[in-house]
Antibody
């Protein structure tokens, strides 16, 4: 059974750092793209970033709102993907979801999602 | 960046109603569009991929259509468990962009 479990959320002051983890099970992580999507309280969904699979050299993409502050990485030995968040701002407050993106009909679509982890940036 | 304009932002409907939600892309995205359903306090769930392909296990009352810049999600006969928020997402180019969401409420 495919599972994604996020952890690492919490309360952090503006300017601080936090590292989120997404633990994957039930599939071979290196074969898949993993994305992060966030949702501010009461708001819609916002795509944050992507780490591609081994076949695509684990390259990454980021939303403009987080580029230069957030960094994606993987540890295949731990079946985990990480989102390092630096320089946090109050507007980064959100539930952060990791989602597996699988290839279908010409593009990559999210087929499994984690339950999310809440990040609160406040003084 | 590709902008996704989703409408309506909310709607009220009764059980058994036919419901249509639309998404318009600011530029052509072929059929690289997915529809996702989100219930309160839950992660989103994929309903449709590649504009018109039904995710395995999703009821056949859900259907998607469109290509290029205009896309539609249709629920043929609304059921109590369908009251949720629906999002379109373009998967054509980075950054990926969501529509603003459509909240489907009970009339």
């Amino acid at each position: 059974e495919v599972q994604l479990v996020e952890s690492g959320g919490g309360l952090v002051q503006p300017g601080g750092s936090l590292r989120l983890s997404c633990a994957a099970s039930g599939f071979t992580l290196s074969d898949h793209y993993l994305d992060w999507v966030r949702q501010a309280p009461g708001k819609g969904l916002e795509w944050v970033g992507r780490t591609r699979n081994k076949a695509n050299s684990y390259t990454t993409e980021y939303a403009a709102s987080v580029k230069g502050r957030f960094t994606l990485s993987r540890d295949e030995s731990k079946n985990s993907v990480y989102l390092q968040m630096n320089g946090l701002r109050t507007e980064d407050t959100a539930i952060y979801y990791c989602a597996r993106a699988s290839y279908a009909s010409g593009s990559y679509y999210f087929d499994y999602w984690g339950q999310g982890t809440l990040v609160t940036v406040s003084s | 960046d590709i902008q996704m304009t989703q409408s309506p932002s909310s709607l009220s409907a009764s059980v058994g109603d036919r419901v249509t939600i639309t998404c318009r892309a600011s530029q052509g995205i072929r059929n690289d569009l997915g529809w996702y359903q989100q219930k309160p306090g839950k992660a989103p769930k994929r309903l449709i991929y590649a504009a018109s392909n039904l995710q395995s296990g999703v009821p056949s009352r859900f259907s998607g259509s469109g290509s290029g810049t205009q896309f539609t999600l249709t629920i043929s006969s609304l059921q109590p468990e369908d009251f949720a928020t629906y999002y379109c997402l373009q998967h054509n180019s980075h950054p990926l962009t969501f529509g603003g969401g459509t909240k489907v409420e009970i009339k």
